[in-house]
């Protein structure tokens, strides 16, 4: 079956950096788009970034230049880089098969916890 498997999250000061892992399996990998979502404490779902089976990357505002989403299609593996951390990037991250936009998302992982605190 479908598994999806974040990993990588922890406890950073503001301005750290953190490089999320999404291990799969269960489905061609390399033919799907993928995503990252993240949900902070008291607030929906906020898609963050996805990339194609082209390589091809889109992010949201918040993370546009700070944030690198990125796959290894050998190890059915997604990324996210994350840089320059803020307070605001605290929350459970995602990861997601499919979500070109948020609404095509078709499974996610469990989620791993982000926290950016001093």
């Known amino acids: 079956q479908v598994q999806l498997v974040e990993s990588g999250g922890g406890l950073v000061q503001p301005g750290g950096s953190l490089k999320l892992s999404c291990a799969t399996s269960?489905?061609?990998?390399?033919?799907?788009?993928m995503s990252w979502a993240r949900q902070a404490p008291g607030k929906g779902l906020e898609w963050v970034s996805a990339?194609?089976?082209?390589?091809?990357?889109k992010y949201a505002d918040s993370a546009k230049g700070r944030f690198t989403i990125s796959r290894d299609n050998g190890k059915n593996t997604l990324y996210l880089q994350m840089n320059n951390l803020k307070t605001d990037d605290t929350g459970v991250y995602y990861c997601?098969?499919?979500?070109?936009?948020?609404?095509?998302?078709?499974?996610r992982g469990q989620g791993t916890q982000v926290t950016v605190s001093s």
């Open positions: 997601g098969q499919g979500g070109w936009t948020p609404e095509t998302v078709a499974r």
């Open positions: 269960g489905f061609s990998f390399s033919s799907f788009t």
């Open positions: 990339i194609n089976y082209n390589g091809a990357t």
